[in-house]
């Protein structure tokens, strides 16, 4: 079909973000929501989008891409996030690492750290802090996945939920605001939820592209963490939905 000049500025957006809710893309564009609902529904029906609950994205990027290549995107951000929630954390500490990208650059971040107690469901992570400096490593067992190398399942999560922590650390698959943090897997999403349910401080670690992204299952709300961590400041409807839960915002800055 031949695209309005709205269409190729929605397109650019999309292209840009990977995937923007409704109302952001209307806050971009200076239209109402329903403008950009009318613009949006011939986008789909050529496939040039994909819509989503709430949101839209280019169909080739709905979905996280492998781990490997996941962990050269937005690396620096990455890093400094890392960085600043390591120095958080004492020699010493029990620390509960989900699997993804950003935490699999905390693990490196915490190789100058000594006796550390860490449970994870990433092979990555464990490979990567077992025999070193003391530390004791616990990996739950289940199912591993192909792509990241990290168990999943019944038996992972009743697996961790056997320990308590000082510090549990997740990822985010996305940050919108009315759902809080969300990922695009469902057994990811599940054992975020009970990962969080065991540290005494419980921390989402994000880069600042994830923010008004809608994932695909939900994995808490603001209220139900303490802190985020990322390299940017987020969009003021997000800071705000954090002060109002009394959920600490730490942004580092990348070198």
Do not use: W
């Not at 880069?207 to 809608?214: A, L, R």
């Not at 987020?234 to 070198?255: G, K, M, Q, S, T």
């Amino acid at each position: 079909m031949k695209h309005s000049k709205r269409h190729g500025e929605i397109l650019k957006l999309i292209q840009e973000e990977g995937t923007m809710t409704i109302t952001r893309l209307a806050e971009k564009l200076g239209v109402s929501l329903e403008t950009v609902r009318r613009d949006v529904k011939p986008l789909a029906r050529d496939g040039s989008i994909l819509k989503m609950h709430g949101a839209i994205g280019l169909p080739s990027v709905v979905g996280e891409a492998p781990f490997e290549r996941r962990m050269r995107e937005q690396s620096d951000a990455k890093r400094a996030i890392a960085r600043l929630v390591a120095a958080t954390i004492r020699d010493g500490d029990s620390v509960m690492l989900d699997t993804g990208t950003t935490t699999s650059f905390l693990a490196r971040e915490l190789l100058g750290h000594r006796r550390l107690t860490v449970v994870t469901n990433s092979s990555d992570i464990a490979r990567t802090l077992a025999t070193v400096n003391g530390n004791k490593v616990y990996m739950a067992g289940g199912e591993l996945r192909s792509d990241s190398g990290a168990a999943f399942g019944v038996s992972a999560m009743e697996f961790v939920s056997r320990f308590s922590v000082n510090h549990a650390v997740i990822t985010a698959g996305a940050i919108d605001v009315q759902r809080g943090v969300m990922d695009y897997v469902l057994e990811e999403a599940e054992f975020a939820r009970v990962v969080l349910t065991r540290g005494t401080r419980r921390v989402v670690v994000t880069d600042h592209t994830k923010f008004g992204k809608q994932g695909l299952v939900q994995v808490c709300g603001f209220a139900d963490f303490d802190e985020l961590a990322t390299d940017l400041n987020p969009p003021d409807d997000i800071a705000n939905a954090l002060e109002n839960a009394n959920a600490v915002l730490r942004v580092a800055h990348a070198r």
